[in-house]
Nanobody, 123 residues
């Protein structure tokens, strides 16, 4: 059973920083690629950042230059570094990762979601 466990959310003043973590636990799952999404009250979930298997990244226009997505393969963890936070960044942030789980000599693809972590930016 694979679980993505998120941490790092909280309350911060505008201009501050937070680092979200998304750690893969259980089985022998290896993150291949993934992304961070967010959903503010009354709004649709939106894609904030993605990282591909080759390390290339993409960002929502409103967070470019402020947010950075990266992975630590040794820790099997994906991160979202958020700087210069704005009140409009307030939302529940979710991580999503896909990769392979090794069972015996076989590798099984999988796609998983974290439980979500609240980020609140005060003005």
């Amino acid at each position: 059973q694979v679980q993505l466990v998120e941490s790092g959310g909280g309350l911060v003043q505008a201009g501050g920083s937070l680092r979200l973590s998304c750690a893969a636990h259980g089985s022998t799952f290896t993150i291949n690629a993934g992304g961070w999404y967010r959903q503010a009250p009354g709004k649709q979930r939106e894609l904030v950042a993605t990282i591909n298997s080759d390390g290339s990244t993409n960002y929502l226009d409103s967070v470019k230059g402020r947010f950075t997505i990266f992975t630590d393969n040794a820790k099997n963890t994906m991160y979202l570094q958020m700087n210069s936070l704005k009140p409009d960044d307030t939302a529940v942030y979710y991580c999503n990762a896909n990769g392979l789980t090794q069972i015996g000599i076989l590798f099984h693809p999988g796609d998983y979601w974290g439980q979500g972590t609240q980020v609140t930016v005060s003005s």
